[in-house]
């Protein structure tokens, strides 16, 4: 019975979360029949279609009904709710599991996107997997035959950093269970723990008691399932008592690892990325995916890569194998997820692809032990061969020896009746189930306090009651009445809890850390009911008071992880309006709304690995900040950000700064490291496998802006310029010139400068870049054994050109001077020059790097020495892949821009033509006027070439270079400004001073603003006077 058939693919989209609606997100999805459309929040024209087998709609027409399920909102509603979804995907599991196939359903999404919902469920909304479970047990209830027997094992696997851990299991396994293979299964989990089961109810408890593992499993970190993958196998016999024959089917249900938000940048650089495990697996199964899709399509593929990682191993059957496969793939509707929706999208459309041939597994009882034997019959002789072969073959004789006795175990449990292992399993329930009643006494009777866990999946699973009277918290179990909790920062008594007289209080012991509601606590505090408790550094929980307190239908999962992170950064004066504007209708902007989360998920993770540090003795600070990457925009624009974390040994005071990704990378090794420390492994690294050592390098300190606007007018300009930090703070000045010159490096005089910048069109454009001093070092006042250097990019010149590097001065003298050429000077290079600016960065060195290399490496030069420019097109950021839908907004930007620049031309031919016929009758004056009349009019005519020019063209010129010098100070000014941060809100001094200076800021500008248009308009008005004097002196003459 082989059919093959392609996987299965539903799409479902979910709600807006709290923070998405707080932010006010614009859905950028829409549902019709089974396409789905998703919108570039960029650019609305730009949609990409896609179809799948099934697509739900499960973003809105939804209420909640009495029993706090989430239902359709009509009968026009079209929304999908989870018994939709069962019915469609759960039922057909049912179906083929009946039927004898294997099955396999996997969720694949970005993290918080909604796979643990559809699979598991929140509540009383029941995913797929308990929906079909129960569904399980009623069929087989209600399908009774005197000589058939149903048989249902449930078994609990997590899969994290490429170990496997039973969830079901109460014993410690350090190293994780051992994937092994054998001909007749292939891949399987030695050791697994397979619950017989006969009612729903115990399939319900083991998956509680498996996720309270998963929360206890590691020590102090706070585990996510969004990097870990759960697998749950219901295994499913029908034995067919009188025939001898057993019909089989596995029942795989997977709730992948959230697939994490992919920038491009960040740990791709990291030396330590290829030798973790982080995603592995996930990326591992998008090969695997790929590999398959190919093979569909008619590729010839040599290899699938599936023993490259532990999921793929133990998915092998399931893609392109003995299963009916399906796959539901989970995405946000909010404009800030428009990436990774898309990219989800594209996963699922590629897994549609897959064939897979399932059989019906149905094999005679006595046949599969006869098969078995025959098997162990040719081990054994295989074994007693190798032994008497002499050779050394420890390992392989060890392999065969546990084939041997798997199979052994095997046969034993298939003669092993299904009745005794059930009274077993019986037993261990009832004690579980007596755990179970007594804790919804419990609930009942006493406060508590729910753990909250950054996966909303993982929360309210650990419940610490608050009995009457004096409770001590902490690690340690002396006292008698002790609630006995672990996690980083915890003090052996941390604090104490009274349950008095109706009300309960919070005491920290010394220097113990607690928080309530985001707020450091310092002495005794009363509880009340919701408050957000945490111990330590990351022990987290939601404070539920008496029953009297609680109102029946309180949604506790609101109050989850990034609602206690989010109060927690607004505490320290960080939340969303801090990061950027918001663009009316209090509408955040999507970058914005993404780098907050990223903040806010990446703050307690610094916390943590703060911890970790100290507890190996490492000495070094972690920090995170976020960086204004338009700090490295040539037009100074101000909205993309990232966060950032800076590293700081604080012996040496060596500083590193790692990406988001990078920092994200590190802390999975370290956790693995910490891990192996806590469970008492010597832990010895070499530097080359320490995520704790980097080579020394070269640290980014700020950037300074230079307007090349005065190269479109041959003005030479004097600069003084700061580099701001990321922060928008000082670093630095900078004193350098920007000086156009002859091709031989002279520099071109005053009578050179142009009022028309189009005359050099055509043209060769020579000019250095002459960078002086570099003065008020910050990093080198911090401490002097330090260097700097500066680095800088020329227009759209591929090679960045660097200064030598000075060390230990706080001013730094540099005098470097190169030279430019662009050997034909085109209207792009002056539409450039006139809205973008020389961007350069202030690099810190330190003790032990070597600086950055200054060689020029392979630039052309002329046959002057000096650097040749020869294309003109903007340079994008490497890093920055443009897909179709940014290419068609660049496209009409572009039009929008060439329109504008016709115009301009227009413009530029009527004053060309002006000037040409003022030139004209200014030569025709110089012949006819008589020399002595002319001197005495004060009337000079030069110019290096012999052109003539009038005195007014070249006041005009310096006025303008006036003007343009002072306009360079006020745009430094107001990027300094845009740039400047306020401190935390709480230390009030610190903002009255922050106020002060901004104010002082504001009125500087407005003062340098005033000066610059005023001298303008002095300065022109006196050239237009003078020009109507010599146009009236030119007609008395004529
Ligand atoms: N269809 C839906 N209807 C209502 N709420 C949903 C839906 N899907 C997801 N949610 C809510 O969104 C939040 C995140 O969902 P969930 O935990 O399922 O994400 P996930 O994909 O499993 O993420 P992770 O990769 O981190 O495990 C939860 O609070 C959940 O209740
Ligand atoms: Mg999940």
């Known amino acids: 019975m082989l059919s093959a058939d392609s996987v299965k693919v539903a799409v479902r989209v979910r709600p807006f979360n709290q923070m998405e609606k707080d932010a006010g997100s614009r859905c950028i999805i829409s549902v019709v029949l089974n396409s789905i459309t998703v919108c570039d929040p960029r650019n609305r024209n730009n949609t990409k279609s896609f179809t799948f087998d099934l697509s739900y709609w499960s973003h809105s027409a939804f209420i909640k009904n009495e029993e706090g399920i989430l239902i359709p909102d009509g009968p026009t509603s079209r929304y999908a709710d989870q018994r939709r979804v069962f019915d469609d995907l759960g039922q057909e599991v049912l179906n083929n599991a009946w039927k004898g196939y294997n099955a396999t359903l996997l969720a694949y999404g970005q993290t918080g996107s909604g796979k643990s919902y559809s699979m598991i469920g929140y509540g009383p909304d029941r995913g797929i997997i308990p929906l ?44 994780g269970l051992k994937v092994r293979e054998s001909p007749q299964k292939g891949f399987y989990v030695q050791d697994r723990k397979s619950v017989p089961c006969e009612s729903y109810e115990q399939v319900e408890q083991l998956m509680k008691e498996g996720n309270k593992k998963r929360i206890t499993a590691s020590t102090n970190i706070n585990t996510t399932s969004s990097r870990s993958h759960m697998i749950i196998t219901i295994q499913f016999k029908q034995v067919f008592l009188k025939d001898h024959l057993t019909k089989q089917s596995d029942i795989n249900l997977v709730d992948l690892a959230g697939s994490e938000r992919q920038k491009t940048s960040g740990s791709e650089g990291d030396r330590l990325r290829e ?99 025959a098997e162990n019959t040719k081990l054994r002789s295989t074994i007693t061969k190798l032994r008497n072969s002499g050779q050394m073959v420890e390992e392989e004789t060890k392999e065969l020896r546990w084939s041997l006795a798997e199979n052994e175990l095997q046969m034993a449990e298939i003669q092993t009746s299904w009745v005794q292992r059930l009274e077993q399993a019986r037993k261990e329930w009832e004690q579980q189930y007596q755990t179970l009643t007594q804790e919804k006494h419990m609930i009942q009777m006493f406060p508590y306090l729910s753990n909250v866990n950054v996966d909303p999946q993982l929360s309210a699973f650990v419940k610490l009651f608050i009995q009457d009277g004096e409770t001590v918290i902490g690690q340690s179990r002396r006292s008698p009445q002790a609630i006995v909790i672990k996690g980083f920062g915890i003090a052996d008594k941390h604090a104490t809890i009274t349950n008095l007289d109706n009300k309960v209080t919070l005491e920290p012991h010394g220097q113990a850390k607690v928080t309530l509601n985001g707020v450091l606590v310092l002495t005794k505090v009363q509880l009340r009911h919701l408050d957000r408790v945490i111990l330590g550094s990351n022990s987290i929980y939601l404070y539920v008071g008496f029953l009297s307190e609680r109102n029946g239908e309180e949604d506790f999962s609101k ?43 990446v703050k307690p993770m610094v916390v943590e690995v703060n911890q970790i540090s100290e507890e190996l003795n490492k000495d070094l600070k972690f920090e995170l900040e976020v960086k204004n990457l338009a700090l490295t925009d040539s037009r100074g624009q101000d909205l993309i950000k990232e966060v950032m974390v800076k590293v700081t040994n604080k012996m040496t005071h060596q500083v590193w700064v790692w990406s988001r990704a990078k920092f994200v990378n590190r802390k999975f090794i370290m956790e693995d490291i910490y891990q192996r420390f806590i469970d008492g492994e010597n832990i010895s690294l070499d530097r080359e496998s320490d995520p704790f050592w980097d080579p020394i390098e070269a640290v980014h300190l700020g950037t300074a802006y230079v307007w090349l606007q005065s190269l479109n007018y041959c003005i030479a300009m004097e600069e003084h310029v700061e580099f701001h930090n990321s922060q928008g703070e000082e670093e630095a000045i900078l004193q350098m010139n920007l000086v156009p010159c002859t091709p031989t490096g002279q520099p071109l005089g005053e009578d050179e400068i142009l009022i028309d910048p189009t005359e050099l069109v055509g043209q060769r454009l020579d000019f250095q870049v002459q960078i002086t001093q570099c003065l008020g070092i910050k990093w080198l006042k911090q401490n002097i054994e330090r260097g700097i250097q500066i680095r800088y990019h020329v227009l759209n010149h591929p090679h960045p050109f660097h200064t030598k590097p000075v060390w230990n001065t706080v001013n730094a003298r540099i005098d470097q001077v190169m030279q430019f050429t662009v050997k034909s000077v085109s209207q792009e290079l002056l539409n450039y020059l006139q809205n973008h600016a020389l961007v350069l960065d202030l690099w810190g060195l330190q003790e032990g790097c070597i600086g950055i290399s200054s060689s020029l490496g392979e630039v052309e030069l002329t046959d002057e020495g000096s650097i040749i420019i020869d294309d003109v097109t903007p340079r994008l950021p490497s890093s920055v892949e443009i897909g179709d839908d940014q290419l068609s907004e660049l496209y009409i930007k572009l039009s929008k821009l060439e329109q504008e620049i016709e115009l301009l031309r227009d413009v530029n031919r009527t004053l060309r033509e002006d000037n040409v016929t003022m030139k004209d009758t200014l030569k025709k004056m110089i012949s006819d006027a008589p020399r002595k009349s002319l001197q005495h009019m004060n009337i000079q005519a030069f110019g290096t070439k012999g052109t003539p020019k009038a005195s007014y063209e070249v006041e005009f010129a310096k006025a303008l270079k006036a003007f343009y010098q002072s306009m360079n100070r006020v745009r430094s000014q107001l990027l300094g400004l845009r740039r400047h941060r306020p401190p935390d809100e709480d230390d009030v001094d610190r903002l009255r001073m922050y106020l002060d200076k901004q104010t002082r800021v504001i009125k500087d500008l407005g003062e340098s603003f005033e000066l610059c248009m005023n001298t303008l308009k002095n300065d022109v008005s006196h050239i237009i006077k003078k020009k109507k004097e010599h146009t009236l002196w030119s007609s008395v003459t004529k």
Request: with cysteine; charged share 25%; hydrophobic share 35%.
């Open 132 to 175: 079909t479970c129960d569904e399980l047990f009623k069929a087989t209830k209600q399908n009774q035959e005197h000589d058939k027997q149903y048989q249902i094992y449930f078994s609990m696997l997590e899969i994290y950093n490429e170990k496997v851990i039973d969830l079901l299991s109460k014993s410690k396994q350090p190293g």
């Open 275 to 373: 030798g973790t495990a982080i995603n592995l697996s996930l990326t591992t199964l998008g090969n695997v995916i790929s590999a398959l899709a190919e093979i569909a399509m008619g590729k010839k593929v040599l290899h699938v890569p599936y023993r490259n990682s532990t999921l793929t191993k133990l998915l092998q059957s399931a893609l392109g194998g003995n299963s009916k496969t399906m796959m539901i793939a989970t995405v946000s509707p909010a404009d800030s997820c428009y990436e990774e929706t898309l990219s989800t999208l594209r996963y699922a459309e590629r897994t549609k692809n897959i064939q897979n041939k399932a059989v019906v597994n149905e094999n005679p009882t006595e046949r599969l032990i006869l098969e078995l034997r």
């Open 559 to 601: 109050y989850d992880y990034d609602f206690f992170q989010s109060e927690l950064a607004a505490v320290e004066g960080f939340d969303r309006d801090a990061l950027g504007p918001a663009c009316g209708n209090k509408k955040v902007d999507p970058s914005v709304l993404a780098v907050f989360l990223d903040y806010i998920r």
